[in-house]
């Protein structure tokens, strides 16, 4: 389809429409192919190396049915994929998708794991999609036209004082990284309500969009575990960024309700959260 009534360089609404459409077809897609084929012994394989092998196995499947299903109706866009889908295209779209985001929570049966897609153009992110088909919910956003789980419009929760925040976040797979990572934690809670870790940085970008969470923060994140849930939280009235006056990437990423930001992503700062 064309790229029609584009304005000041912009997505036009026709494209963005577009984008959502594919986005959402490919995420249930996706997510009905890794819910009714996941192997229900999965988590209790006879080997250690096997769960593993069958979990990666459905993550490239995951992401090639995707890509094959985009590249179907737009064969010109670009892809950013973590099991290495990666091409420029020449549309000025690009698509960044993580296929299973929560590998460990799919490998042990547990709810919290999704397919996020996300579509740019011309490197600014328009749409995202996340769908958790065991948590039967999919989120959506658009640039500019908020952000919805199941169709209904979403708002980030009322800003509390941190002291009252319900703050999530995540630990990376390195050990030295998870060690660092714990210790910002371990002085992180004694200044806010609590802290939860889902293991889906999607989801738990998605449920500071919902209200579930006050604010989320993590380090080591790539651009497929936050591009979709990262404009679903802003489009939902939450801010989100990285380093001071950056924006979320691999160093740290902070999503929250506008005041818990202001006070969160300092203290962040404060506590080393964006190194090792």
């Excluded at 494209?15 to 986005?23: D, P, T």
């Excluded at 002291?163 to 050990?175: K, M």
Aim: proline letters at 5%.
């Amino acid at each position: 389809m064309s790229d029609t009534h584009e304005t000041s360089g912009g997505a036009g609404e026709d494209l963005k429409a577009e984008l959502l459409g594919l986005a959402q077809e490919a995420a249930l897609r996706a997510g009905t192919f890794l819910r009714d084929g996941r192997p229900a012994d999965l988590g209790v394989a006879a080997t250690k190396t096997s769960p593993i092998d069958v979990v990666t196995e459905m993550d490239v499947a995951s992401e090639k049915l995707i890509t094959g299903f985009l590249a179907e109706h737009r064969p010109d866009d670009g892809f950013l994929g973590e099991e290495g889908a990666e091409s420029e295209g020449s549309s000025g779209v690009r698509w960044v998708i993580d296929p299973v985001d929560g590998t460990v929570n799919y490998l042990y049966g547990r709810p919290e794991w999704a397919v996020s897609i996300a579509a740019e153009h011309h490197g600014e992110r328009v749409v995202g999609v996340v769908a958790a088909p065991l948590r039967g919910e999919t989120c959506h956003a658009v640039l500019g036209q908020g952000a919805y789980l199941n169709g209904l419009r979403l708002s980030c929760r009322p800003s509390p004082p941190l002291d009252q925040a319900l703050i999530g976040t995540g630990f990376g797979y390195i050990t030295e990284r998870r060690v660092a990572q714990a210790a910002v934690a371990q002085r992180l809670i004694p200044r806010v309500r609590d802290i939860r870790r889902g293991g889906s940085a999607a989801i738990d970008l998605c449920d500071v969009a919902s209200g579930r969470l006050d604010g989320f923060y993590e380090r080591g994140l790539n651009p497929w575990d936050l591009a979709a849930g990262d404009l679903i939280a802003r489009e939902a009235g939450a801010r989100t960024g990285g380093r001071a006056g950056l924006p979320a990437d691999g160093d740290l990423t902070v999503a929250a309700s506008p005041g818990v930001f202001e006070v969160l992503q300092p203290l962040l700062e404060e506590l080393g959260a964006w190194h090792d």
